[in-house]
T-cell receptor
Framework: AQRVTQPEKLLSVFKGAPVELKCNYSYSGSPELFWYVQYSRQRLQLLLRHISRESIKGFTADLNKGETSFHLKKPFAQEEDSAMYYCAFRANTGFQKLVFGTGTRLLVSP | ETGVTQSPTHLIKTRGQQVTLRCSSQSGHNTVSWYQQALGQGPQFIFQYYREEENGRGNFPPRFSGLQFPNYSSELNVNALELDDSALYLC????????????FGQGTRLTVV
C-alpha cells in the first residue's frame, strides 16, 4: 500500500533549537518526495523536493531509500517557521497523484 | 504568471444536494488534480484530469465526478451530498512534461448540514 507516515502531530520547540520532522513512506517503486508547508491562512505550498537537493529557508531533507525516510531538518528554528508541514510522495511515473501524510504542526516559541 | 484559483471559498449545502466547485489552473499547466482534506488529515487524492479526460482516480465513489475544459480549468461535482463530505477541497495544477511540482489553490471549504 502507498502510505506516508508522519508520527508527530505536534512538535513544539524554542527559537534557535534544532528541528527534525519525521517522514516515512511505503511504496515499492521509486518515488519522488516532497515537503509542503502551510502557513496560517495561506495555501499549501512546496517547501522542497528531493530531486532539487536545495536548502529552502534553512530546511534540508535527505531521501534515505534504505529506511524509506525523508526527514525534514533545520539546525536553528525561527518563529516564522511555525506552520503545518506535510510530507508527500509521487510515483515516478508521470502520474501526478500525491500521497500525503497527516501533517505535523511545528510551533516555535520565542 | 497567475496562480491556481478556486471558487467559491466557502459553501454550505444540505445533505442530498449537489455541488460544483471550480478551479483555474496556473498558466502553462495542463494537468489538474483534486484533493479532499478532512479536518486533521492530509489531503486525499480524488482524481486527476489531463487533456479534458480523467486519467487517474483515488478511492472515491462515482458521485464524485469532474470536468476539464480546453483552457485547462476544471470542475469538481459531488452528487447526493453526505455529512462526511464536509471538508476542504483543494485543486492543484501541474505540468508533467515540465516535471513541475503541484501548485495548490486556496481551497473551497464545503460544509454539509
Amino acid at each position: 500500500a502507498q502510505r506516508v507516515t508522519q508520527p508527530e502531530k505536534l512538535l513544539s520547540v524554542f527559537k534557535g533549537a534544532p528541528v527534525e520532522l519525521k517522514c516515512n513512506y511505503s511504496y515499492s517503486g521509486s518515488p519522488e518526495l516532497f515537503w509542503y508547508v502551510q502557513y496560517s491562512r495561506q495555501r499549501l505550498q512546496l517547501l522542497l523536493r528531493h530531486i532539487s537537493r536545495e536548502s529552502i529557508k534553512g530546511f534540508t531533507a535527505d531521501l534515505n531509500k534504505g529506511e524509506t525516510s525523508f526527514h525534514l531538518k533545520k539546525p536553528f528554528a525561527q518563529e516564522e517557521d511555525s506552520a503545518m508541514y506535510y510530507c508527500a510522495f509521487r510515483a515516478n511515473t508521470g502520474f501526478q497523484k500525491l500521497v500525503f501524510g497527516t501533517g505535523t504542526r511545528l510551533l516555535v516559541s520565542p | 504568471e497567475t496562480g491556481v484559483t478556486q471558487s467559491p471559498t466557502h459553501l454550505i449545502k444540505t445533505r442530498g444536494q449537489q455541488v460544483t466547485l471550480r478551479c483555474s489552473s496556473q498558466s502553462g499547466h495542463n494537468t489538474v488534480s483534486w484533493y479532499q482534506q478532512a479536518l486533521g488529515q492530509g489531503p486525499q487524492f480524488i482524481f486527476q484530469y489531463y487533456r479534458e479526460e480523467e486519467n487517474g482516480r483515488g478511492n472515491f465513489p462515482p458521485r464524485f465526478s469532474g470536468l476539464q475544459f480546453p483552457n485547462y480549468s476544471s470542475e469538481l461535482n459531488v452528487n447526493a451530498l453526505e455529512l462526511d463530505d464536509s471538508a476542504l477541497y483543494l485543486c492543484a495544477s501541474s505540468s508533467p512534461v515540465l516535471n513541475t511540482e503541484a501548485f495548490f489553490g486556496q481551497g473551497t471549504r464545503l460544509t454539509v448540514v
